[in-house]
Nanobody, 123 residues
Framework: QVQLVESGGGLVQAGGSLRLSCAAS????????MGWFRQSPGKERDFVAA????????NYASSVKGRFTISRDNAKNTVYLQQNSLKPEDTAVYYC????????????????WGQGTQVTVSS
C-alpha cells in the first residue's frame, strides 16, 4: 500500500504564496506519477498539476499555469506544489495523488490519495 500525507496548507492573503508538501510512504515512490487536485465545497474535484515518474515532464491546469509549480524529490519521497500569486478562487482542499501510469490529469486514473490540506485565500 501507498500512504500519502499532505501538509503546508493555511490561510493567506490574495497575492501571497504557499508551498504544499506530500510525503509518500514506501520504497517505490519513483515508480509513480504524482498529481495535485483540489476541491471546494459543492464543486467537482479538479485537476491542478501532475509530474511524471522522474520529474521530466509536468502538466498544469490552465487556471494555475504560470502561478503554480509542481516538483518532486524522489530521494525524500516528497512532491511539492509551490503556489504563488494566490487568488481567492484557489481556496479549496488540495489533495495529493499517486498513479501507476506515467502521468494523468484525470482523478479516476489515480490509485492512491492523501486526506487533503486546506488552502484558504482571503480577498
Amino acid at each position: 500500500q501507498v500512504q500519502l500525507v499532505e501538509s503546508g496548507g493555511g490561510l493567506v492573503q490574495a497575492g501571497g504564496s504557499l508551498r504544499l508538501s506530500c510525503a509518500a510512504s514506501g520504497r517505490t515512490f519513483s515508480d509513480y506519477g504524482m498529481g495535485w487536485f483540489r476541491q471546494s465545497p459543492g464543486k467537482e474535484r479538479d485537476f491542478v498539476a501532475a509530474i511524471t515518474w522522474n520529474g521530466g515532464s509536468t502538466n498544469y491546469a490552465s487556471s494555475v499555469k504560470g502561478r503554480f509549480t509542481i516538483s518532486r524529490d524522489n530521494a525524500k519521497n516528497t512532491v511539492y506544489l509551490q503556489q504563488n500569486s494566490l487568488k481567492p478562487e484557489d481556496t479549496a482542499v488540495y489533495y495529493c495523488a499517486a498513479t501507476k501510469r506515467y502521468s494523468s490529469s484525470f482523478y479516476w486514473e489515480y490509485d492512491y490519495w492523501g486526506q487533503g490540506t486546506q488552502v484558504t485565500v482571503s480577498s
